[in-house]
């Protein structure tokens, strides 16, 4: 009787131990959404933009154990409205766009992408925004653009009219936006790739992109880019080599315009980083799910084949740039909207 009595009381704790368990996973999966909703924008092709994204939503989807469903807008707005509706759980946009969301749709920057196939965990992801002429034309500064042509590329992007009209603006103690186009005979080129041809062309005499554009419209527009393939030299096989892509100083970008050849395109001003896309979640989810999402994100590093697979992989870079949060590495784009006098809300 006692034997059986004993092996009762140990089922019984087995029983309840299995019951604890189960429901210590239920305690800390409450509040987590059934369906988990990301939005992305599509730009000019829906198919593809959700193809593209395929891999992570499946991803997640098995990661977490909830169904995860990708959604596009017309615009980053509309995904940004979305969010703020209730109709989005998290969303991939730019980084001004992640400024108004976290304003209007109480998104929380969970991660970076950093659009890459060799996996840094160190580096913290970003871009540079690029001015740049056909050498020849005595624009070798900021200052040279005084009366000349400049094309930005549109104005609501990042690296082609908000990055560069701000290094404008601080470099030649400008106080007022409208100053710049007293400055500078400015016209917007409506793309990155226009703005190339439009100096290659000599449509207009400079211009401003971001630091891989040039790259490309060397490979792929036969623009002749001084650094990349001309100056006699053989140019970087991958775009990933090409030099304007890693932080430079004024002196090293004023020793390369020196040595670049009359006729070609040359940069002479870089900006500072511009932090990537941030991956942002509702900040009213709980602690659990968020800390779910993030945990997959940054798992995807170690991944090879899901890294190949999206072309890119997740970082907290907050620790390697010095910031108390993920949010606070895009508190340089909120300077530059205070500088631009952009109201957020009505981008």
């Not at 087995?14 to 987590?32: M, N, P």
């Not at 193809?51 to 980053?76: F, H, K």
Request: aromatic share 10%; net charge negative.
């Amino acid at each position: 009787m006692k034997k059986f009595a004993a092996v009762l009381l140990s089922l019984l704790v087995v029983v309840l131990f299995s019951f604890g368990v189960v429901a210590a996973q239920d305690a800390d999966r409450e509040g987590w959404p059934e369906t988990f909703i990301i939005g992305v924008y599509p730009g000019d092709n829906v198919e593809e933009a959700l193809a593209a994204v395929e891999p992570l939503r499946a991803y997640l989807e098995e990661t977490l154990g909830i169904r995860t469903v990708m959604i596009t807008g017309t615009s980053y707005n509309a995904i940004i409205e979305a969010m703020a509706a209730g109709r989005a759980d998290a969303m991939e946009v730019g980084p001004f766009s992640y400024l108004l969301a976290a304003e209007v749709a109480n998104a929380e920057a969970i991660a970076v992408a950093n659009y890459e196939v060799e996996v840094d965990l160190e580096e913290v992801p970003g871009y540079f925004s690029l001015m740049f002429t056909k050498k020849g034309s005595g624009i070798a500064s900021i200052a040279d653009l005084d009366g000349r042509s400049f094309a930005f590329t549109d104005p609501a992007s990042t690296s082609g009219y908000l990055v560069p009209a701000t290094d404008i603006l601080l470099n030649q103690e400008f106080t007022d936006p409208a100053q710049i186009e007293d400055f500078a005979q400015v016209q917007f080129a409506g793309n990155h790739p226009t703005a190339v041809l439009s100096v290659w062309n000599d449509t207009v005499e400079a211009g401003a992109t971001f630091d891989a554009n040039l790259a490309v419209q060397a490979e792929e527009a036969g623009v002749e880019v001084c650094g990349y393939n001309d100056m006699g030299i053989e140019g970087p096989a991958t775009v990933e080599e090409w030099p304007y892509l890693e932080a430079m100083t004024a002196e090293e970008i004023a020793a390369m315009y020196e040595e670049c050849p009359d006729g070609s395109l040359v940069v002479f001003h870089q900006s500072p980083l511009i932090p990537e896309t941030p991956f942002a979640i509702r900040a009213d989810y709980p602690e659990s799910f968020k800390m779910a999402v993030k945990d997959a994100l940054l798992a995807i590093a170690d991944d090879a084949e899901l890294v190949t697979a999206l072309e890119r992989y997740y970082v907290d870079p907050s620790e390697s740039a010095g910031t108390e949060s993920i949010d606070a590495l895009y508190n340089s784009l909120r300077d530059i909207a205070t500088l631009l006098n952009i109201d957020l809300k009505a981008r």
